[in-house]
């Protein structure tokens, strides 16, 4: 099972990792419960992973952008269980935190299906 930990280190060992002053990352877990208050004790998770990878590129091509990794667990999840991890290293704050943010949108909106279950 791939961690943030494994994304981290790959992160790190890119060749351009000295144009980096930082590295930021988003662990997104299931939730006991729904946006509408619903309990949830499972999720169900698939990924498009085309659109995954044109977002990637997309993101690596914004200022300061060092590297970027993402890791999608498919399948049944359980509450507790790591369902999006995304690591960024990017030069600056200004720079860096937006593509975090705009990424993990972007995957949620566009890439992830996910259905309680």
Do not use: Q, W, Y
């Amino acid at each position: 099972m791939t961690t943030i930990h494994d994304l981290i280190k790959d992160v790190r060992s890119n060749p351009r990792i000295d144009r980096a002053g930082m590295i930021i990352c988003h662990n997104g877990i299931v939730r006991g419960f729904s946006r509408d208050g619903k309990d949830v004790s499972k999720l169900s998770v698939k990924a498009n992973r085309k659109a995954l990878e044109k977002m990637i590129d997309e993101a690596m091509g914004k200022p300061g952008i060092v590297d970027i990794k993402v890791h999608i667990n498919e399948g049944v999840l359980g509450v507790g269980d790591d369902v999006l991890l995304v690591v960024v290293a990017g030069d600056i704050r200004e720079n860096t935190f937006p593509v975090l943010i705009e990424l993990v949108g972007k995957i949620k909106r566009s890439v992830l299906e996910k259905e309680d279950i």
